[in-house]
Nanobody, 127 residues
Framework: QVQLVESGGGLVQAGGSLRLSCAGS????????RGWFRQAPGKDREFVAA????????SYAQSVKGRFTISRDNAKNAVYLQMNSLKPEDTAVYYC????????????????????WGQGTRVTVTS
């Protein structure tokens, strides 16, 4: 079974940190473009960050630049999202996504370009 499984969500106070993990079920995911999206209550799904296959190029939403970092660990078929200086507006369900298609940089933030999705992990940031 080809799966993505997120973990690491939780409750944290503003200014705190969390690290989200997304494990792929096979080593094949190491050649996939990997992304993070989030959806807050009553809001549309929005792009957070992505790391491109092969080149490792990263892309971030403006709202998280300087605070969040996406990284990969190929030995674990995993991608991570280190979230620092968390704000209440970061509260959302976070989803990891993947695609084996080669996406241009401008396409990384479009959810429709990703084929596989995890189940989501909840992040709640209190004031």
């Amino acid at each position: 079974q080809v799966q993505l499984v997120e973990s690491g969500g939780g409750l944290v106070q503003a200014g705190g940190s969390l690290r989200l993990s997304c494990a792929g079920s096979t080593r094949t995911f190491n050649t996939y473009t990997r992304g993070w999206f989030r959806q807050a209550p009553g809001k549309d799904r929005e792009f957070v960050a992505a790391t491109k296959q092969n080149s490792g190029m990263t892309s971030y939403a403006q709202s998280v630049k300087g605070r969040f970092t996406i990284s990969r660990d190929n030995a674990k078929n995993a991608v991570y999202l280190q979230m620092n200086s968390l704000k209440p507006e970061d509260t959302a369900v976070y989803y990891c996504a993947a695609t084996d298609r080669h996406l241009i940089t401008g396409a990384l933030g479009s959810a429709e370009n990703y084929d596989l999705w995890g189940q989501g992990t909840r992040v709640t940031v209190t004031s």
